[in-house]
């Protein structure tokens, strides 16, 4: 069975600094970050994934900084680069293809904005028959008002949003969890399988 594919979704320079709010999970850069590290270690594919807005005043227009990558998550040469126009990361980008003409299967997931492009992404590949897992730790949301006018913090609406993926589509793990699966002897990522 091949390896799974690390999916990094929209790390990019317009999901820094406080523009899109106050959000939870201050420590996903990092938890990304070791995620990638053995990825690459491990020879394993990787994905990331970049939003492409369609509205020029959005920092996500192509040509504008926001929509460059995090300097320290950047995609080298020889890793896939999926770019999207909406949240959802398998709609309209050959990203599925992309994944069934390598036998790729498996799916780890990480990224912004936990309740959008994260939880749609996982939603669309738990329904595809891939199987999921979420990393909840290298995943952030931001705080919003709810339907009812209540609002909620980046916490509560990240926590929501995990709860929502549980249920059907994705298996919830943290970093360290799927770090611990990783098989010594050739160091390619085998995230832990549900008991």
């Given at each position: 069975m091949s390896a799974p594919a690390l999916v990094i979704i929209d790390m990019q320079q317009g999901m820094t600094g406080t523009v899109a709010g106050l959000r939870n999970n201050p420590q996903a850069e990092h938890n990304i970050g070791r995620l990638l590290q053995a990825w690459r270690h491990g020879g394993a594919p990787i994905v990331h994934v970049r939003h492409i807005s369609r509205n020029p005043a959005s920092p996500f227009w192509p040509g504008q900084p926001g929509a460059a990558f995090q300097e320290a998550l950047a995609p080298r040469a020889d890793e896939h680069v999926v770019e999207?126009?909406?949240?959802?990361?398998?709609?309209?980008?050959?990203?599925?293809?992309?994944?069934?003409?390598?036998?790729?299967?498996?799916?780890?997931?990480a990224g912004v904005s936990t309740n959008n492009s994260v939880e749609s992404t996982a939603r669309t590949a738990g329904n595809l028959g891939f199987e999921t897992q979420v990393v909840s730790d290298a995943c952030f949301a931001f705080g919003m008002t709810d339907h009812a006018g209540a609002p909620r913090?980046?916490?509560?609406?990240?926590?929501?949003?995990?709860?929502?993926?549980?249920?059907d589509y994705a298996r919830i793990v943290t970093t360290d969890e799927l770090l611990a699966g990783l098989s010594p002897a050739t160091r390619a990522p085998t995230p832990l399988r549900a008991s």
């Open positions: 999207k126009n909406v949240p959802d990361a398998l709609i309209n980008t050959g990203l599925e293809r992309w994944l069934r003409v390598r036998g790729i299967a498996r799916l780890v997931v913090t980046a916490a509560e609406v990240h926590a929501m949003s995990l709860a929502n993926l549980a249920v």
